[in-house]
């Protein structure tokens, strides 16, 4: 097989429905890294100048934003739609960010689990959860 032959598979890959689960799961490790520096790197370039709650908004606020960019340009591939897509996306974030808090207090507090495995088995169910938010409802037509 050539390597161009090669190469045209790969992209059909990343053509297809499977290759959209592919996409999402490569923008939520850039996601990730991106929501986890933009903190550290507002605190400590404004030297602890700023609270550490207006940081937090601020770094969450860059997240979703830059989370929404990549979903809308590079996952789903919508047209048009900016602000409705933008404000939906904050409504999947906030969905999930609830539901992952309230299985966190459940987990640990009420059923004892480690926080590490509660979060871990949290985080890896509001990743399919968010997938289809955004699929049906943020970027759904």
Same mark, same amino acid.
């Given at each position: $097989?050539?390597?161009?032959?090669?190469?045209?598979?790969?992209?059909?890959?990343?053509?297809?429905? #499977?290759? #959209?689960?592919? !996409?999402?799961?490569?923008?939520?490790?850039?996601?990730?890294?991106? &929501?986890? /520096?933009?903190? =550290? *790197?507002?605190?400590?370039?404004? #030297?602890?100048?700023?609270?550490?709650?207006?940081?937090?908004?601020?770094?969450? %606020? $860059?997240?979703?934003? $830059? *989370?929404? @960019?990549?979903?809308? @340009?590079?996952?789903? !591939?919508?047209?048009? !739609?900016?602000?409705?897509?933008?404000? !939906?996306?904050? /409504?999947?974030?906030? &969905?999930? *960010?609830?539901?992952?808090?309230? %299985? @966190?207090?459940? @987990? /640990?507090?009420? $059923?004892?689990? =480690?926080?590490?495995?509660?979060? *871990?088995?949290?985080?890896?169910?509001?990743? /399919?959860?968010?997938? +289809?938010?955004?699929?049906?409802?943020? +970027?759904?037509?």
């Amino acid at each position: $097989m050539s390597i161009r032959h090669k190469v045209a598979n790969i992209t059909s890959l990343f053509a297809s429905t #499977q290759g #959209q689960k592919l !996409r999402y799961l490569l923008v939520g490790g850039w996601n990730t890294l991106f &929501g986890y /520096v933009a903190g =550290p *790197a507002i605190y400590y370039g404004l #030297q602890g100048e700023m609270h550490v709650v207006l940081v937090g908004a601020i770094a969450y %606020a $860059m997240s979703i934003t $830059m *989370a929404f @960019l990549t979903h809308k @340009l590079f996952v789903f !591939r919508t047209k048009g !739609r900016w602000l409705s897509e933008y404000l !939906r996306s904050y /409504v999947v974030y906030g &969905g999930t *960010a609830a539901i992952g808090i309230i %299985a @966190l207090w459940g @987990l /640990v507090d009420g $059923m004892g689990v =480690p926080f590490w495995f509660a979060q *871990a088995l949290i985080v890896s169910i509001t990743v /399919v959860i968010s997938y +289809f938010g955004h699929s049906k409802f943020t +970027f759904g037509r």
